[in-house]
């Protein structure tokens, strides 16, 4: 006689696996790519094949060698975060300070803390502000954007970001119009399309976009996170605009400048480390909101979104307490 | 048409496959021996009043329910006792059952078992409620509380509408489908029983949008009879719940822990409505039911018309045989049925339907860890938090799971089906559910 099998209900299960949701993400993540290929060259090629292939070598090496526990490299998990690294860096980047980034994402953000799952801080910001913190230098001299087939050549090899000369320019007293004037700050629609000194990925809003409005309609995130910090940044902009004009620059320039776009949809976006719950997830991109516009306008870095991510990242538990979704049947008296 | 309506919270779509949906219900032939579980009702299991070597008759009294919560069990066939001993049930427990050899098919005298449909209602309310307990109904869309208890309105409520589901949101089945098809006038002749049961004037039928034809049926007939509306829903699961189910048909939310009645609904099953018009108007006692066999490998999957107490085996061989692969025997849908050891057991009261897996669809996924990705927080149709309620049982924190309303889970399944880590949410939420029960009921 056969044997059958025992179990609780239910007996199907839906098509989901965290694989599939992570090449959904890689899938979102190639519009910026192939941009930051047009605009940096084979060094973006470069910086993203290091980055990711040092963060699956150091998640297998980690799991084999260290915790010998199962391999999970295949989830896909370690070459997202890897690619979310190199996106986090400018271009020209040297190789070893790289692989030291993705040893800290891997080993320290994440597999410290047990994993996939397990970690309270987003991985690849974790690498980014100890790159940042470690290597300000190397960190923060951006190559200038340099369109393939582009028929005028340039001669400057790195440059200011746009937020830069912004903070640079408002420390030594101008005004938002001499700012503006500046020869190298770019013009709108390059900011827009990318065309501008950066990290490789956070150049071009509207790939960005694309990738958000992909992983929306695959329900790998939900449009609250994404949106909520970008209207708080536009708010709080908006508001100090209208207060002084000549301090404070219009709001479009802070959506569209700097990584705000690549924290706001990819990065602060992340299951792992964001609140589980709708109304919680409103919360959490107002607070990075506030705390990225706060860096901003008075913070000491021209950036401030990784600091907000993180900062937040840490409020995520207890969002997640005090947040609750609306349960059914719950009756107001 | 109405607008389609459904429920607000969570919800999921798993693949119908509902195989004999353009299946038409055939009678299966009387088995030699009837295996007649005596707990088929929720509650306490009624008494038997037969004993060995009785001989009895089709429609037969032979246990009755003493206790309020309890429903009668009448003799499937004629023939004779045989013992009343344990047997194995679909529960996968052995429990006190009537062993019935059958002889024939001769049914006691005071029932009516010629096909003319009878439209008018002679009884009175409590006439009404007094046949149904007599002849044993229960709800047959698989909860099986006794039909009777539930048309009794505690004092200071009223039944403003009664919601009859036929919405059958678990895939694969179509017993209810095929009922609506091929008896819809018996169902609202039931149903307006029902109602003046309930001294109720509105009644609701939700059917979802995948059974246009029932739909257009239904519809059509209903013209016929007074305040019975018929509401196509938006194709999702669970809709079937009880709460989901009022919640999609008249927008009103049951209170946590409470009955539908709090809210002015009183809920039943289109199979429960049919019973209904065959006790009342035919004086015919519950011994039998429309049972969907069903299966991607079965070579006949089909609607078969079932005495209670036929194995489940009998209705696999109508059906074709048991497949090679067969690696999972379900008693019910794919998303809530009860996975079975063996297909030795007998049909109930409460049987809808009987799917087979094959082995390649029986395995679960490797559970991996959880990501965090807050879908089963999403899908859940009680707006409750799957992921923390299975750690917190995990953990043994029943208290805090407490606070967390694990109680209010109806183990529809959706989050374990969802969860891309493959994760048992439900199996930790039932334990969660048992223990944190135990805890609660110490209490008091």
Request: proline residues 6%; contains cysteine; hydrophobic residues 45%.
């Amino acid at each position: 006689m056969s044997l059958f099998t025992i179990s609780g209900s239910p007996h199907v299960h839906g098509e989901e696996n965290v694989k599939k949701i992570m090449l959904t993400v890689v899938y979102a993540m190639v519009p910026a790519m192939l941009v930051s290929i047009y605009f940096f060259g084979l060094d973006a090629l470069r910086v993203m094949l290091i980055a990711v292939g040092a963060s699956i070598f150091f998640e297998y090496v980690i799991q084999k060698y260290l915790i010998k526990g199962p391999i999970t490299i295949t989830d896909g998990s370690a070459a997202v975060a890897g690619i979310l690294l190199a996106f986090n860096v400018p271009a020209n980047v040297p190789a070893w300070m790289l692989v030291a980034g993705a040893l800290v994402t891997i080993g320290v953000a994440k597999m410290s803390f047990g994993g996939l799952g397990k970690n309270p801080f987003n991985p690849a910001l974790v690498g980014r502000v100890f790159m940042l913190i470690s290597f300000p230098v190397q960190m923060t001299s951006w190559p200038v954007a340099k369109p393939l087939f582009a028929s005028h050549l340039t001669d400057a090899i790195t440059g200011p970001t746009a937020l830069g000369l912004l903070k640079e320019g408002v420390g030594a007293g101008k005004t938002v119009d001499q700012i503006l004037a500046d020869p190298q700050m770019p013009q709108y629609l390059d900011r827009l399309m990318g065309n501008m000194s950066g990290s490789l990925g956070e150049v071009s809003a509207i790939a960005l976009i694309i990738g958000g409005i992909f992983m929306v309609i695959r329900k790998v995130i939900d449009w609250q996170v994404p949106v909520s910090i970008i209207l708080t940044v536009f708010i709080m902009a908006e508001i100090f605009h209208l207060i002084d004009p000549q301090h404070y620059i219009e709001p479009s320039f802070h959506l569209f400048s700097g990584g705000l776009m690549l924290g706001a949809i990819f990065m602060a976006t992340d299951m792992v480390s964001s609140p589980m719950n709708l109304s919680g997830k409103i919360v959490f991109g107002v607070g990075i909101g506030l705390i990225t516009i706060i860096i901003r306008l008075w913070g000491a870095y021209p950036e401030g979104i990784s600091f907000a991510i993180l900062i937040m990242n840490a409020f995520t538990p207890l969002i997640n307490n005090a947040f609750k979704p609306k349960r059914f049947g719950l009756v107001k008296k | 048409m109405n607008k389609l309506k459904t429920f607000t919270i969570g919800g999921v779509h798993p693949h119908e496959n509902k195989l004999t949906d353009q299946v038409a219900i055939r009678t299966l032939p009387l088995p030699k021996q009837l295996i007649i579980p005596l707990g088929q009702n929720l509650g306490v299991p009624p008494k038997p009043i037969v004993k060995k070597g009785d001989e009895v008759k089709t429609g037969q009294l032979i246990a009755r329910g003493e206790a309020f919560i309890s429903s009668n069990i009448h003799a499937p066939a004629s023939g004779k006792i045989l013992k009343i001993d344990d047997a194995l049930d679909a529960s996968g427990y052995r429990r006190q059952a009537i062993f019935l050899d059958v002889t024939g098919d001769e049914w006691a005298d005071d029932i009516d078992t010629s096909g003319t449909i009878e439209r008018e209602i002679k009884l009175s309310k409590s006439e009404i409620v007094a046949r149904i307990k007599e002849c044993g109904l229960v709800g047959l869309g698989g909860a099986t509380f006794p039909t009777h208890v539930k048309m009794m309105i505690p004092d200071g409520k009223k039944a403003e509408y009664l919601i009859i589901n036929g919405v059958e949101c678990e895939p694969y089945l179509t017993s209810d489908h095929r009922m609506m098809l091929e008896k819809g006038d018996e169902i609202l002749v039931g149903v307006s029983i029902m109602m003046r049961a309930l001294d109720t004037e509105k009644a609701v039928i939700g059917i979802e949008n995948n059974k246009p034809d029932a739909i257009a049926k239904l519809s059509q007939l209903a013209q016929s009879y007074k305040g019975i509306q018929i509401q196509p829903l938006k194709v999702k699961y669970p809709q079937g719940g009880e709460k989901q189910l009022i919640k999609a048909c008249v927008n009103r939310e049951v209170p946590s822990g409470k009955l539908p009645i709090e809210v002015g609904c009183v809920v039943s099953n289109v199979g429960t409505a049919f019973a209904v018009y065959e006790a009342v108007q035919k004086n015919k006692p519950l011994i039998e039911r429309v049972v969907t066999i069903t299966g991607k490998n079965l070579t006949h999957p089909s609607n078969f018309l079932v005495r209670v107490g036929t194995p489940i085996s009998d209705l696999i061989a109508a059906a074709g045989g048991m497949p090679e692969d067969t690696g999972k025997l379900i008693n019910g849908g794919p998303m809530m049925g009860k996975s079975l050891s063996t297909p030795d057991v007998p049909v109930v009261k409460g049987s809808s339907g009987i799917l087979l897996l094959k082995n390649e669809e029986s395995k679960r996924p490797t559970p991996k860890t959880c990501i965090r990705c807050s879908k089963c927080t999403v899908v859940c149709p009680m707006g409750l938090e799957p992921f923390l309620l299975s750690k917190l049982s995990k953990l043994g924190l029943y208290e805090r799971a407490e606070k967390e309303q694990i109680m209010d889970c109806i183990e529809c399944g959706s989050c374990q089906f969802t969860c891309p880590s493959g994760l048992p949410l439900l199996d930790y939420l039932r334990l969660g559910k048992q223990k944190t029960g135990q805890l609660i009921r110490n209490r008091k």
